[in-house]
């Protein structure tokens, strides 16, 4: 912090460095260990040949593919160096340390190359750069000028720089990371506040973040400014005004934004920055978020009132955002203490971050759909290099981060129930936690010390434990504890080297039901998440290769009104969730399921469920409203159903990565919303490249909007003519599908298996709106 600037905390509670937490036997640390011979797998050179190619300095071998050469080249490397900082610091690993120094080293040589400060590996990057300087931008959500969200990709190598010092004490990054942002600087001290408003249309993660933090590094102000600088108006203004208009919105563009936000509050700038943060995490959390802890479809946040969406798409919460709302809460608990922030904080971490790994094999997931009865995939380390592989790479390294925190040298604080030992070396403390939680619901606590000393020592209340139910014992004899902060309770005494403090955390299960209330519902017993193996049929994909789109679980679409139904007459549904006998966390719903072909499945911990399709959410009805119910899925599931069955390929426009996916370019064009839907339109044009592998599409299936009036456009595929379109639009405003024949020449055997389709603005006209587009058999 700024030293001009004071905490509003009167002492500043503190989480402990990664460094001084070690996890014990238990999912997590298997998690850990799984990371990390992944991690060790990945070939550092291939990762460095974006930057060494940058830089101008022949690489030392190939470039992966993917993600990594198709325009976001360098991203993973910039994850893959903050990864081996958190997994050095969490284990102390010799060759993961080595692997960490070749790689800041490797990078230097890149820098060093640039001459200017600059190291990305971004191709192309330093003619772009030049271009912005010069002023001259054309930024849209996922591109700037021509590249794709190159300041997005950049944010990944500030934040290796950063971890490399700042978690695994690397002296060397801290300087480079200084350079790079002088270079930042530089680039943009003669653009306008207007132009780097413009420049912020592009997606660029949390560089304020990283700004506020080298102020925080250096005492310097001018980065202060910095970060305040490059801070999303257009996202920070409604927040300060305490309005919600996230719907429609790239989830994951957003989070790091308003990460970046709370730690300028916390650096020394506007504390009203800070409440807009807290304003955010309150939205996102409390409206957006199912019970795994995740948000959003397809990326995008959906209608806080109307979750359909999620429980229909295979593009369920993306793990990158629940990374992120994970940097969020942990920074707004540290800024003020609230225990809601960890209340979600654990959730997520046990139901989202622990299940998105594969225990066995490893690989990172992207996308859990929340839709009955579907599955996920998993990365492999040669082969995927999306956003959600950097992000898991770095996730399993960090379980260490908040388990313990204090406030000066006379509170400790426990905040999470992971087996894990903390070395308190100013203190003179080591606490070990032993617990197989959840799997029993108690931990025990024991301290070693140099030598006795007063301090408090302070357990979390969960909000999962009933009222009054927090039982602790002090060497065996029960103790009366005090109310600490809110959310604690408090133990203040003189400690000894061998005490032992056991604490009782009672669990129950709860039916929790979609932000929306619609009646669909997960059951979570204590802060686990429990879920159902229903298939492991038509698993399409489940090892993803490197293919553009495999990080979609692609398989077969299981119907829903086929999935099984929880037929309770009482409010209370929970009630029907009885503990199988003999094993631990798992349990029965046969009473209340109506299909006899799933009676007999188990509840088990979500984050156990792998290779298989599976239920966290089930529809309840009650007797009387059973048939009723079975014919509202069935009648709304089944034109999506045989939609997707002949859908060839697909793009939403307005959506980044589908755009992105799918070969976007355009000129004078805008996205937008509409009822709840993304839209583009253009003055000029916008074009998609589909896939049509097998030549079987016969139609183009176009959806517009009846609002859309007197606009004239050309539809071309691969350059030829398919339509001339003249928009009447209708009275009501709804949508509606036009399907256009393809050519007959595009079936043959030498036709071209990718189409490319240009919307083409007549003259003073514009073309679109355009809200889907889609290749039908």
Same mark, same amino acid.
């Given at each position: ?24 036997? #238990?999912?997590? %640390? ?44 360098? +991203? ?68 700037? $000028? ?47 506040? =207007? ?23 250096? +005492?310097? *102000?001018?980065? @202060?400014? !910095? ?8 996202? @920070? %203004? ?8 996230? $719907? ?16 300028? =509050? ?42 359909? #969406? ?84 770095? &996730? ?15 509170? @400790? ?9 903390? &070395? ?16 029993? /619901?108690?931990? %025990?606590?024991? !301290? ?8 408090? !020592? ?80 038509? !698993? ?10 495999? +990080? ?78 079975? /014919? ?5 599931? /089944?034109?999506?159903? =045989? ?21 976007? %370019? ?13 839209? *583009? ?36 595929? &691969? ?59």
């Amino acid at each position: 912090m700024l030293p001009a600037l004071a905490s509003g905390q009167a002492v500043k509670l503190q989480s402990f460095p990664v460094a001084d937490v070690r996890l014990l036997d #238990s999912p997590f %640390q298997q998690a850990q260990q799984t990371d990390m011979a992944y991690l060790l797998a990945l070939n550092p050179d291939r990762l460095l040949a974006p930057y060494l190619a940058s830089a101008g300095l022949p690489p030392k071998a190939e470039c992966y593919g993917n993600w990594e050469n198709t325009g976001l080249d360098g +991203h993973m490397g910039g994850h893959y160096l903050s990864a081996l900082a958190y997994m050095y610091a969490a284990t102390g690993d010799a060759q993961v340390q080595q692997h960490l120094n070749y790689f800041v080293d490797q990078l230097d040589a890149c820098q060093l190359k640039s001459g200017n400060g600059y190291l990305g590996g971004v191709p192309g990057g330093p003619a772009m750069w030049a271009e912005v300087k010069a002023g001259n931008i054309k930024a849209n959500s996922f591109g700037l $000028n021509q590249k794709w969200v190159p300041l997005y990709n950049l944010h990944k190598t500030y934040a290796g720089l950063r971890d490399a010092y700042a978690v695994a004490g690397n002296a060397k990054a801290r300087g480079m990371l200084i350079k790079l942002t002088d270079w930042f600087l530089d680039l943009t001290a003669n653009l306008s506040d =207007a132009q780097l408003q413009e420049m912020m249309r592009s997606e660029h993660g949390g560089l304020n973040e990283i700004f506020a933090d080298v102020a925080d590094l250096t +005492h310097d *102000r001018k980065y @202060l400014a !910095l970060a305040q600088r490059f801070s999303h108006q257009a996202v @920070l %203004q409604p927040l300060l005004a305490g309005k919600d208009v996230l $719907n429609g919105m790239h989830a994951n563009t957003q989070i790091p934004k308003v990460i970046g936000f709370e730690r300028v =509050a916390e650096v020394g700038g506007d504390p009203a920055w800070g409440g807009a943060a807290a304003f955010f995490w309150k939205t996102v959390v409390e409206n957006r978020t199912v019970s795994i802890g995740g948000n959003s479809v397809s990326e995008h946040f959906n209608p806080a009132t109307n979750f359909t #969406s999620m429980l229909e798409s295979t593009e369920g919460p993306e793990t990158c955002n629940t990374y992120n709302m994970l940097k969020l809460s942990k920074e707004l608990y540290l800024a003020g203490g609230d225990t809601k922030y960890l209340d979600y904080y654990e959730r997520s971490t046990y139901n989202h971050i622990l299940s998105s790994q594969h225990p066995g094999q490893g690989g990172f997931v992207y996308f859990t759909p929340m839709r009955p009865r579907h599955y996920r995939v998993y990365s492999q380390p040669q082969d995927g290099f999306w956003c959600c592989v950097g992000s898991g790479l770095e &996730n399993h390294g960090k379980y260490g981060e908040l388990v313990y925190a204090h406030r000066g040298p006379q509170e @400790l604080l426990v905040n999470l129930f992971i087996p894990s030992r903390l &070395n308190w070396a100013e203190q003179g403390l080591t606490l070990t936690q032993e617990t197989t939680f959840p799997n029993e /619901e108690r931990t %025990q606590l024991k !301290l070693s010390l140099k030598k006795p000393r007063t301090f408090a !020592l302070s357990i979390r209340q969960p909000k999962w434990v009933p009222a009054g139910q927090l039982q602790v014992q002090v060497n065996g004899r029960p103790v009366a504890t005090s109310a600490g902060a809110p959310g604690y309770v408090k133990l203040s005494r003189k400690w000894r080297s061998g005490d032992v403090v056991s604490v009782a955390l009672p669990m129950t299960t709860t039916a929790e039901y979609m932000p929306d209330k619609s009646s669909w519902v997960s059951f979570v017993h204590g802060p686990v998440v429990l879920a159902a193996v229903t298939d492991t049929t038509d !698993l399409k994909g489940l090892r993803a290769d490197g293919a553009r789109m495999s +990080h979609v679980p692609s398989g077969k679409l299981y119907p829903i009104e086929e999935a099984p139904v929880l037929v309770s007459a009482g409010l209370n549904v929970a009630e029907g969730i009885k503990p199988v006998a003999g094993q631990p966390l798992t349990f029965t719903a046969a009473g209340l399921i109506d299909s006899e072909k799933y009676r007999n499945v188990q509840l088990v911990p979500f984050y156990q469920i792998h290779d298989a399709r599976y239920m966290v959410y089930w529809p309840v009805t009650t007797p009387a409203g059973l048939l009723a119910r079975k /014919e509202e899925l069935r009648r709304k599931d /089944e034109e999506k159903r =045989a939609l997707e069955a002949r859908t060839v390929d697909q793009v939403t426009p307005g959506e980044q990565q589908p755009e992105s996916d799918h070969g976007f %370019q355009g000129e004078q064009t805008e996205t937008g919303t509409h009822r709840d839907r993304h839209w *583009r339109h253009a003055k000029g044009w916008f074009s998609y490249s589909l896939r049509n592998p097998q030549r079987n599409a016969r139609t183009l299936r176009v959806t517009y909007a009846g609002g859309d009036k007197n606009r004239q456009f050309t539809i071309l595929v &691969n350059g030829q003519l398919l339509a001339k379109v003249q928009m009447e639009g209708n009275q009501t405003g709804d949508f509606y599908d036009v399907e256009y024949a393809l050519p007959e020449a595009l079936r043959q055997p030498n036709a071209p298996t990718a189409l490319t389709v240009k919307f083409q603005a007549a003259a003073e006209s514009t073309a679109g709106g355009v809200y889907d587009v889609r290749l039908l058999k």
